[in-house]
């Protein structure tokens, strides 16, 4: 299912990740990017075996898809694509972005990440093609520093007009804290959307002799 299907077109954005839970932090991000950016829309992009966490507890597909369904409900300008936890095996975005690409992309759009991830990006299968494909937008990321200009020199040649560096949002919402606050009986509200909240409790997600240990 191609952003066309979705009732996106124009300048997207695309972001990725486990959203296990979805918090209010990828919300922020997702709303940054479109604003900065000044985007038509936002494709969320859950992912299905996520390759480098394959010795971590995941919540399955459907679960986190559900989550993600009532995140972004309330914003028209957001919409979730399924590329990813309907095919088979490891996600690997190079995959994902030639995909969509084939099913009609407008323009090349914006893949969303963190500046921890940018500093891993080198590793990803095929960054080179990546960057062929899309344009990087950079959230910062508490307690990882930016890779500046330098750094993309270095190990992206000619290639450092293919990202861009976003003011925010300095958000510390982590998924893994949150997972950990359900799994000891704490409060998660004002961490993820209500109805997130209440998916998770009227679910069990996050049951403490799993999740204690991810």
């Known amino acids: 299912m191609g952003p066309g299907s979705l009732g996106l077109t124009g300048r997207l954005a695309l972001l990725g990740?486990?959203?296990?839970?979805?918090?209010?932090?990828?919300?922020?991000?997702?709303?940054?990017?479109?604003?900065?950016?000044?985007?038509?829309?936002?494709?969320?992009?859950?992912?299905?075996?996520?390759?480098?966490?394959?010795?971590r507890t995941i919540s399955p597909p459907s679960v986190r898809v559900a989550m993600l369904e009532l995140a972004i409900a309330d914003n028209p300008t957001f919409r979730m694509c399924r590329?990813?936890?309907?095919?088979?095996?490891p996600s690997y975005t190079v995959e994902t972005l030639e995909a969509l690409v084939g099913e009609g992309l407008d323009e090349p759009p914006h893949l969303v990440v963190s500046s921890e991830a940018l500093a891993d990006f080198p590793r990803w299968r095929q960054p080179e093609r990546i960057l062929a494909l899309c344009r990087l937008a950079v959230v910062p990321r508490p307690g990882h520093r930016m890779p500046g200009r330098a750094w993309l020199a270095e190990?992206?040649?000619?290639?450092e007009d293919r990202v861009v560096f976003l003011d925010g949002p300095h958000l510390g919402h982590s998924a893994s804290a949150i997972r950990r606050k359900v799994s000891e009986g704490r409060s998660i509200r004002y961490l993820v959307p209500p109805a997130v909240e209440t998916y998770i409790h009227e679910h069990g997600l996050y049951p403490s002799e799993v999740w204690t240990k991810n």
């Not at 590329?83 to 095996?89: F, K, M, Q, Y």
Request: net charge negative; proline share 12%.
């Open 17 to 55: 990740g486990t959203f296990d839970p979805v918090h209010y932090g990828h919300l922020a991000i997702g709303e940054a990017a479109h604003d900065e950016l000044g985007l038509d829309g936002v494709l969320f992009l859950p992912a299905g075996m996520p390759p480098h966490k394959h010795d």
């Open 83 to 89: 590329i990813e936890v309907d095919r088979p095996g």
């Open 155 to 159: 190990h992206f040649p000619e290639q």
